[in-house]
């Protein structure tokens, strides 16, 4: 069992940046892949950047790429998104999740946190 708790969410002016943290509990962190997907008003939801077990292969959406970057702390247990350069259409609902496989397919990650709002103005 894995359970993940974003923080770091906010509102911020176009053009500024976030760190979003994901602390995961549970044993299997370490040997899990990471994600981080976004939902926003009216919106579905939509992968924005992967990362394998170890932290050596990564994957980002196009709408990000050069502006986000994930990471992941293994002794901390805990995943980062840093955004740079936001735009108002980043602005959604950020989640983290956790699974067994490093993908893009986002039913086959199998834990998800609450979700952190993050808002970028114009």
């Known amino acids: 069992q894995v359970q993940l708790v974003e923080s770091g969410g906010g509102l911020v002016q176009a053009g500024g940046s976030l760190r979003l943290s994901c602390a995961a509990s549970g044993r299997t962190f370490s040997s899990y892949a990471m994600a981080w997907f976004r939902q926003a008003p009216g919106k579905e939801r939509e992968l924005v950047a992967h990362i394998n077990w170890s932290g050596g292969s990564t994957g980002y959406a196009d709408s990000v790429k050069g502006r986000f970057t994930i990471s992941r702390n293994g002794p901390k247990n805990t995943v980062y998104l840093q955004m740079n350069s936001l735009k108002p259409e980043d602005t959604a609902v950020y989640y983290c999740?956790?699974?067994?496989?490093?993908?893009?397919?986002?039913?086959?990650?199998?834990?998800w946190g609450q979700g952190t709002q993050v808002t970028v103005s114009s």
């Open positions: 999740a956790s699974g067994p496989r490093d993908t893009n397919r986002e039913r086959l990650y199998t834990y």
